[in-house]
Nanobody
Framework: QVQLVESGGGLAQAGGSLRLSCAAS????????VAWFRQPPGKERQFVTG????????HYRESVKGRFTVSRDDAKNTVYLQMNSLKPEDTAVYYC???????????????????WGQGTQVTVSS
């Protein structure tokens, strides 16, 4: 069992930055592929980015490429999402999710994830 807790959300101005953290407990995160999803107001949950176990391969949603960076520190059992050049359309509840030894092709599909955090709100003002 893995418990995930997100932190770092809040209010930012357009063009600003935030860094989200996803801290894991209950198991070592090194054998888990971790992704960030978000749910904008009134919309369905969408994949943002993910990072695989072992190779730390990454994949990004097109609209965040060049602005967001996902990274992991397995020694701290934490995955990060650095968000720069924020836009109002990035406003959403952001969730981290984990799957045991997930492969690269499994990253974008939320059905592949067994463990989810409670979410953290990110609001970007124009």
């Amino acid at each position: 069992q893995v418990q995930l807790v997100e932190s770092g959300g809040g209010l930012a101005q357009a063009g600003g930055s935030l860094r989200l953290s996803c801290a894991a407990s209950g198991s070592t995160l090194s054998t888990y592929t971790v992704a960030w999803f978000r749910q904008p107001p009134g919309k369905e949950r969408q994949f943002v980015t993910g990072i695989t176990w072992l190779t730390s391969s990454t994949h990004y949603r097109e609209s965040v490429k060049g602005r967001f960076t996902v990274s992991r520190d397995d020694a701290k059992n934490t995955v990060y999402l650095q968000m720069n050049s924020l836009k109002p359309e990035d406003t959403a509840v952001y969730y981290c999710a984990a799957q045991y030894r997930g492969g690269y092709t499994t990253l974008p599909n939320s059905d592949n994830y067994d463990y989810w955090g409670q979410g953290t709100q990110v609001t970007v003002s124009s």
